[in-house]
């Protein structure tokens, strides 16, 4: 799984992780438009949720991140929206920890902002569904390759008993990155026919 749990990383890496959050939470809160509140609560309540529906991978479980999808809607509000499902994940269902909270929030919104900053680089609104469901598959198998190296990289750089650790989170989270490219790409698709708005940069 991608949630990494209190008590496995080291100081300066939890250090790094929470300041980089921090800064992205406050970029994301700073440009929050208060009409766009309801469509942040309800990514984040998607993103909790997805975390409740595992499927087994080999010796672990993995369950999909949705992080893709929420970069692309979401733009710099995925910090907010990212930290509050994985908070709540933490408190109620015990994945991840509180501590390590900022580093798996960077692994997970990171990720999402740069797959959102993809997709509206290379798309325009009246582009066309198929367009748009290319330049999601891509957002979402991207986002979740990039999320799983993310934790596969914090895990090594705190220290070398991690290492195998890391390259088996890369290995479990292939198949949910194919997942995730189908999924993305089919509700862009539909974003794109249906309410193209919810594609374009946010204000």
């Not at 195998?164 to 189908?182: C, R």
Request: no cysteine; glycine share 12%; hydrophobic share 65%.
């Amino acid at each position: 799984m991608a949630h990494i749990p209190d008590g496995v990383l080291s100081a300066p890496v939890l250090i790094a992780g929470a300041a980089i959050s921090a800064v992205g939470v406050a970029l994301g809160l700073r440009g929050l438009d208060p009409t766009r509140i309801p469509r942040v609560a309800v990514l984040s309540a998607a993103l909790f949720v997805a975390s409740l529906v595992h499927f087994p991978a080999g010796l672990a479980s993995v369950h999909l991140l949705l992080n893709g999808l929420a970069g692309i809607v979401l733009g710099w509000a995925v910090f907010p929206a990212m930290l509050v499902a994985l908070l709540l994940q933490a408190v109620l269902f015990g994945f991840g920890g509180v501590v390590v909270l900022g580093v798996n929030t960077m692994d997970m919104a990171v990720p999402a902002l740069l797959a959102g900053g993809m997709f509206r680089l290379l798309w325009r609104q009246g582009a066309g569904p198929r367009r748009a469901a290319l330049l999601g598959g891509l957002a979402g198998g991207g986002a979740v390759l990039l999320s799983a190296l993310m934790v596969a990289l914090v895990l090594a750089a705190s220290g070398r008993a991690f290492e195998t650790a890391a390259g088996l989170v890369v290995a479990t989270h292939l198949p949910v990155m194919a997942v995730e490219a189908a999924f993305t790409a089919a509700l862009v698709s539909l974003l794109a026919r249906v309410k193209p708005e919810m594609l374009a940069r946010p204000a």
